[in-house]
T-cell receptor
Framework: DAKTTQPNSMESNEEEPVHLPCNHSTISGTDYIHWYRQLPSQGPEYVIHGLTSNVNNRMASLAIAEDRKSSTLILHRATLRDAAVYYCILRHYRTQNTGNQFYFGTGTSLTVIP | EAGVAQSPRYKIIEKRQSVAFWCNPISGHATLYWYQQILGQGPKLLIQFQNNGVVDDSQLPKDRFSAERLKGVDSTLKIQPAKLEDSAVYLC?????????????FGEGSWLTVV
């Protein structure tokens, strides 16, 4: 199974950009890269996903390396509410009968300093 | 749109007792997942259903854990007998089957403490 590697923790000052890296050197050609975050005492929530091209949404941007072996989640202006554990996940689709598989790593705990 | 519903939210049991968790996925989601999340770790997939069939249960400790998804909607995860190391959050999630926009939606989790 494809796996992801992330730093255990990172810190950022409030209102500054944050770049959260992820390595996924064993990614297959059809695996999508997803990012989720988990606030304390809650289930993980979707942030962004992509396949090959960089992606932007209202929450964040996702930069994907040309060889797809790494990606970076970019929070443009960190707020205190962004303090959470961020998971980089590979979504593997096998068949219509099996659906999507999502494999979590250990994630990066982001601390935002006021 | 209603999210993934789970119950109970919290449960404390003694070792060797049994416990059951219930999950109602988002309407129309054919795929249902149960994850175990031990404090300080990422979620670990226990079992994945596609409709009411099991797709992956390779990491489910089958000597004590069981799960079912009758009629392809609600699901129940049971632990019997519980061990101390089963103390964790049990997350239920669901997703559509196909499409590039597929994401997985999680419930708030069922917190289990085994004493």
């Amino acid at each position: 199974d494809a796996k992801t590697t992330q730093p255990n923790s990172m810190e950022s000052n409030e209102e500054e950009p944050v770049h959260l890296p992820c390595n996924h050197s064993t990614i297959s050609g059809t695996d999508y890269i997803h990012w989720y975050r988990q606030l304390p005492s809650q289930g993980p929530e979707y942030v962004i996903h992509g396949l090959t091209s960089n992606v932007n949404n209202r929450m964040a941007s996702l930069a994907i390396a040309e060889d797809r072996k790494s990606s970076t989640l970019i929070l443009h202006r960190a707020t205190l509410r962004d303090a959470a554990v961020y998971y980089c996940i590979l979504r593997h689709y096998r068949t219509q009968n099996t659906g999507n598989q999502f494999y979590f790593g250990t994630g990066t705990s982001l601390t935002v300093i006021p | 749109e209603a999210g993934v519903a789970q119950s109970p939210r919290y449960k404390i049991i003694e070792k060797r007792q049994s416990v059951a968790f219930w999950c109602n996925p988002i309407s129309g989601h054919a795929t249902l997942y149960w994850y175990q999340q031990i404090l300080g770790q990422g979620p670990k997939l226990l079992i994945q259903f596609q409709n009411n069939g099991v797709v992956d249960d390779s990491q489910l400790p089958k000597d004590r854990f069981s799960a079912e998804r009758l009629k392809g909607v609600d699901s129940t995860l049971k632990i019997q007998p519980a061990k101390l190391e089963d103390s964790a959050v049990y997350l239920c999630a669901s997703s559509f089957v196909t499409g590039s926009g597929n994401t997985i939606y999680f419930g708030e989790g069922s917190w289990l403490t085994v004493v």
